[in-house]
């Protein structure tokens, strides 16, 4: 089973920066990819961000790119989330999840990390 923790989040201005990372432990290596989630209060949890493992290929969701970076660190088994240009709308809990296998569920989940932006 793989465990995952996220960290990095805070309180940042708009138009600033913040990185996000995600440690993961267990047995990564069964991992295909991985992913960045978030859920702004009152609303569904959204996808924001993935990359996959074998390759890095990654994918981004239309209101974060140009802004959000996803990258992935091997000898770590760590996930970041590079975060620049943020605004008041990105004000959410951040997390990261493991997708298992193609055509999987995203799961397992960490527990979380909150990022609020002010305008």
């Known amino acids: 089973q793989v465990q995952l923790v996220e960290s990095g989040g805070g309180l940042v201005q708009a138009g600033g920066s913040l990185r996000l990372s995600c440690a993961a432990s267990?047995?990564?290596?069964?991992?295909?990819?991985m992913g960045w989630f978030r859920q702004a209060p009152g609303k569904e949890r959204e996808f924001v961000a993935s990359i996959r493992w074998s390759d890095s290929i990654t994918s981004y969701a239309d209101s974060v790119k140009g802004r959000f970076t996803v990258s992935r660190d091997n000898a770590k088994n760590a996930l970041s989330l590079q975060m620049n240009s943020l605004q008041p709308e990105d004000t959410a809990v951040y997390y990261c999840a493991a997708q298992l296998a193609v055509g999987a569920a995203f799961g397992p989940w960490g527990q979380g990390t909150r990022v609020t932006v002010s305008a």
């Open positions: 267990g047995r990564t290596i069964s991992t295909y990819r």
